[in-house]
């Protein structure tokens, strides 16, 4: 992935080199897996297929924001309810996914930042994936290298393999 020429990714906080297994998405699908706060049989799917892991050791956690770009509250509400679950003490690292039109940039880096900071969780911001243009994904399970201080993002296997 290569960086941005107008918002370019920024590491956010953390230094060297971090591996793990790609894992996350939306933060607002993520927030409702976890409260039912939208879809209320989000819970008792999730409790039936385990669909959020308890051990989220050795992954890399991607997230990122939907094309409705949650304002700062809500966001700053999510990172919360998701911190409660004890990821943020296990993940190798964060990828954080621009948001669509570049909106609420600041506000957002500032609350990632926060996080890196309380968690010392390595984090770069800004990355191309998710419902931002341009519109990637990221391959789910895949050993991935993340250098905080190069910026850039290697997987280390085949997606399709």
Request: net charge negative.
């Amino acid at each position: 992935m290569a960086h941005q020429e107008r918002y370019g990714y920024e590491t956010l906080y953390g230094t060297g080199a971090q591996t793990g297994k790609l894992l996350g998405g939306c933060i607002e699908s993520l927030f409702d897996l976890l409260t039912g706060h939208n879809f209320p049989d989000e819970l008792t799917i999730n409790a039936k297929y385990g669909l959020w892991p308890k051990n989220w050791q050795g992954k890399m956690m991607f997230l990122e924001p939907s094309q409705e770009n949650p304002d700062p509250k809500k966001l700053a509400i999510y990172l919360h309810r998701i911190a409660q679950t004890g990821v943020f003490n296990q993940v190798s690292g964060l990828l954080v996914g621009k948001s669509q039109n570049q909106k609420y940039f600041h506000e957002y880096r500032k609350l990632y930042q926060q996080l890196g900071e309380r968690y010392h969780l390595p984090v770069l911001y800004n990355v191309n994936f998710g419902h931002g243009f341009p519109r990637l994904s990221m391959p789910y399970g895949v050993e991935t290298e993340v250098d905080f201080d190069e910026q850039t993002i290697k997987l280390l296997e085949s997606p399709w393999t």
